[in-house]
């Protein structure tokens, strides 16, 4: 079983800043298998589901052009949560934040994408 759990998500006027966490566990082939926490989608109303920021396999990071300069993703030693600070906040930012992590097992990486429930951010004018 994988569980990720997305927080921090709440309601801010435009201008402001919220962080994001993400906290992923899994017990699948444990402790051989570890489930990274690789980046962060947002889904807004009658929208696609959109890539905000993300982690390449190389440890990179690579962000949307609409957050870029204004969002920030970093992740802990462990590799078992994930931040999203987000900055200068937008209305148009608003949306349901979800996290996705994908599975290392001895050096390979698995194709599969593991999903939290989101967290909702509204910014408002």
């Known amino acids: 079983q994988v569980q990720l759990v997305e927080s921090g998500g709440g309601w801010v006027q435009a201008g402001g800043s919220l962080r994001l966490s993400c906290v992923t566990s899994?017990?699948?082939?444990?402790?051989?298998?570890?489930?990274?926490?690789m980046g962060w989608y947002r889904q807004a109303p009658g929208k696609q589901r959109e890539l905000v920021a993300l982690f390449t396999i190389g440890g990179n990071t690579d962000y949307a052009d609409s957050v870029q300069g204004r969002f920030t993703i970093s992740r802990d030693d462990a590799e078992k949560t994930m931040y999203l600070q987000m900055n200068s906040l937008k209305p148009e930012d608003t949306g349901l934040y979800l996290c996705?992590?994908?599975?290392?097992?001895?050096?390979?990486?698995?194709?599969?994408?593991?999903w939290g429930q989101g967290t909702q951010v509204t910014v408002s004018s």
């Open positions: 996705y992590a994908k599975r290392l097992r001895d050096g390979v990486w698995y194709d599969t994408n593991y």
């Open positions: 899994g017990t699948i082939d444990s402790p051989v298998s570890r489930f990274i926490p």
